[in-house]
């Protein structure tokens, strides 16, 4: 009874900038922390970045200085700025969301769809 839509991935030599955006839509209630993850081919899926509902962030080192995550909370959605991107960072990125449904007192987490990332050199 939760969705997450993800959208914004594509192919971008290395320096350019991409903007992820991932809105959560259904029975909700409250929404707590959202985050986005990654995963390359042939490695495990990793945090990129986080943000709680009052605002605090946290990113992976090797993300940190370039990435941004914000959420619009009127919107139930969550944003990732990508800015000086390297090949490394090619990958499946994958929404996040600590949901609290409509008539639930504990929070699930909920994932979105994935979208492509693809940086050439």
């Excluded at 992820?20 to 909700?28: D, K, V």
Aim: glycine share 12%; net charge positive; proline share 3%.
């Amino acid at each position: 009874q939760v969705q997450l839509v993800e959208s914004g991935g594509g192919l971008v030599h290395t320096g350019g900038s991409l903007r992820l955006s991932c809105a959560a839509s259904g029975s909700i209630r409250v929404i707590l922390d959202m985050g986005w993850y990654r995963q390359a081919p042939g490695k495990q899926r990793e945090l990129v970045a986080q943000i709680s509902s009052g605002g605090t962030t946290n990113y992976a080192d090797s993300v940190n200085g370039r990435f941004t995550i914000s959420r619009d909370n009127p919107k139930n959605t969550v944003n990732l700025q990508m800015n000086s991107l390297k090949p490394e960072d090619t990958a499946v990125y994958y929404c996040n969301t600590e949901v609290i449904p409509v008539g639930s007192w504990s929070w699930r987490a909920y994932w979105g769809q994935g979208t492509q990332v693809t940086v050439s050199s």
